[in-house]
T-cell receptor, first 113, second 110 residues
Framework: GAVVSQHPSWVICKSGTSVKIECRSLDFQATTMFWYRQFPKQSLMLMAT?????????EQGVEKDKFLINHASLTLSTLTVTSAHPEDSSFYIC?????????FGPGTRLTVL | GQQLNQSPQSMFIQEGEDVSMNCTSS?????WLWYKQDPGEGPVLLIALYKAGELTSNGRLTAQFGITRKDSFLNISASIPSDVGIYFC??????????FGKGTTLSVSS
């Protein structure tokens, strides 16, 4: 199946700093990528839809100025958590769709101290 | 955000038993998918369903797309220890992202 990678796989940062997470589709082009957040023992919650070459579409309740999304190419989308706080600690997962199937990255564990 | 109703929330079974879980929605979906997630990893696609009434198997796994397009079920036959994990259903409507169920945590004792 198609491969989606994420980097880094885990990151620990101090409160107030910014963290960038990369999501790449390794063997296919993705005009649309999706960013999810998953808290412990909970399901994946959609944060935003990232469209190549245009602004991301954010779900209700997700601060677009705090979670900056850039989809610069057909194989790369980045999520930047700005001025991170402990409540932003979570598992962030990206997804890319191809021919009616959705493939997920391995996730990035963010811990904000 | 919107979520699907997935049940049961958790299951504790003996190795060799069959397992069944289901998802329902108040909305119609064009696609139903079932994923498995191991701790600390992203979801892995198990089965994708694209037509109402469709019944699809993947090894010991069988899933069906409900006739009403508002539900789906996943069966696992003859469970083994490596089936342990969290199973998520997901639905898709045209022009939207995947919507996930709350997950079913499966524990298998040998």
């Amino acid at each position: 199946g198609a491969v989606v990678s994420q980097h880094p796989s885990w990151v620990i940062c101090k409160s107030g700093t910014s963290v960038k997470i990369e999501c790449r589709s390794l063997d296919f082009q993705a005009t649309t990528m999706f960013w999810y957040r998953q808290f412990p023992k909970q399901s994946l919650m959609l944060m935003a839809t990232s469209n190549e070459g245009s602004k991301a579409t954010y779900e209700q309740g997700v601060e677009k100025d705090k979670f900056l999304i850039n989809h610069a190419s057909l194989t790369l989308s980045t999520l930047t958590v700005t001025s991170a706080h402990p409540e932003d600690s979570s598992f962030y997962i990206c997804s890319a769709a191809m021919t009616g199937r959705w493939f997920f990255g391995p996730g990035t564990r963010l811990t904000v101290l | 955000g919107q979520q699907l109703n997935q049940s049961p929330q958790s299951m504790f079974i003996q190795e060799g038993e069959d397992v069944s879980m289901n998802c329902t929605s108040s909305s119609i979906f064009n696609t139903w998918l079932w994923y498995k997630q191991d701790p600390g990893e992203g979801p892995v696609l198990l089965i994708a369903l694209y037509k109402a009434g469709e019944l699809t198997s993947n090894g010991r796994l069988t899933a069906q797309f409900g006739i009403t397009r508002k539900d789906s079920f996943l069966n696992i036959s003859a469970s083994i220890p490596s089936d342990v994990g969290i199973y998520f259903c997901a639905g898709h409507q045209a022009g939207t992202a995947l919507i996930f169920g709350k997950g079913t945590t499966l524990s298998v004792s040998s």
